[in-house]
């Protein structure tokens, strides 16, 4: 069975660029989650979503968007891109059953520079 | 204020010892914890889990344990084998609540030797 999998792999913009970052989760999982890698840190959490809806937003500015699509796949906005915006993007896929165990499948991440 | 912590930014061990990686976290209402590892270049690989009523999950040559009075856990490798030389990271949830967004230590670079 094919894993999570995220579009492109690396990108290189420029300040105030808008940028989109794509995933499809593991086939079955209808939540998706997104988390941005700075070098030495871990991920942080930007958003989760489930059935199209948002459920959980973490300390990022508006500047960050996504959305979900019917397939359950989901896209990651970020516009007027600032050079710390350079980190690697990580899209986690997981099954959300609600009051169990949710363990989160990650992609391979797309690996974004701001120049 | 980092909620999960992991101190030890590496750790390196002889081919066929025990590594053990230790995390620690502030938030009580965490109750579900897992370890991933990463190599350069590609997303964490989920490793193993345990909820908060449990103190000891096993798999193969992983074991996790939790210390909830503590607030800690530690990730048992036996034997250590140079493949297994990765950042390791520790995350937390909190299932109780809207969105099982995962928290993360900083990771544990593990160097095996062989």
């Known amino acids: 069975d094919a894993g999570v999998t995220q579009s492109p792999t690396h990108l290189i913009k420029t300040r105030g660029q808008h940028v989109t970052l794509r995933c499809s989760p593991i086939?079955?999982?209808?939540?998706v989650s997104w988390y941005q890698q700075v070098l030495g840190q871990g991920p942080q959490f930007i958003f989760q979503?489930?059935?199209?809806?948002?459920?959980g937003r973490g300390n990022f500015p508006d500047r960050f968007s996504a959305r979900q699509f019917p397939n359950y796949s989901s896209e990651l906005n970020v516009n007027a891109l600032l050079l710390g915006d350079s980190a690697l993007y990580l899209c986690?896929?997981?099954?959300?059953?609600?009051?169990?165990?949710?363990?989160?499948?990650f992609g391979p991440g797309t690996r974004l520079t701001v120049l | 204020d980092q909620q999960v912590k992991q101190n030890s930014p590496s750790l390196s061990v002889q081919e066929g010892r025990i590594s053990i990686l230790n995390c620690d976290y502030t938030?009580?209402?965490?109750?579900?914890f897992l370890w991933y590892k990463k190599y350069p270049a590609e997303g964490p690989t989920f490793l193993i889990s345990?909820?908060?009523?449990?103190d000891k999950n096993e798999d193969g040559r992983f074991t996790v344990f939790l210390n909830k009075s503590a607030k800690h856990l530690s990730l048992h490798i036996v034997p250590s084998q140079p493949g297994d030389s990765a950042v390791y990271f520790c995350?937390?949830?909190?299932?109780?609540?809207?969105?099982?967004?995962?928290?993360f230590g900083k990771g544990t670079l593990l160097t095996v030797n062989p």
């Open positions: 995350a937390a949830s909190a299932l109780g609540g809207s969105n099982y967004k995962l928290t």
């Open positions: 345990i909820s908060s009523i449990k």
């Open positions: 986690a896929s997981s099954l959300l059953v609600a009051g169990g165990i949710d363990t989160q499948y």
């Open positions: 086939s079955g999982h209808k939540s």
């Open positions: 979503y489930y059935e199209k809806e948002e459920r």
């Open positions: 938030n009580s209402m965490f109750d579900y």
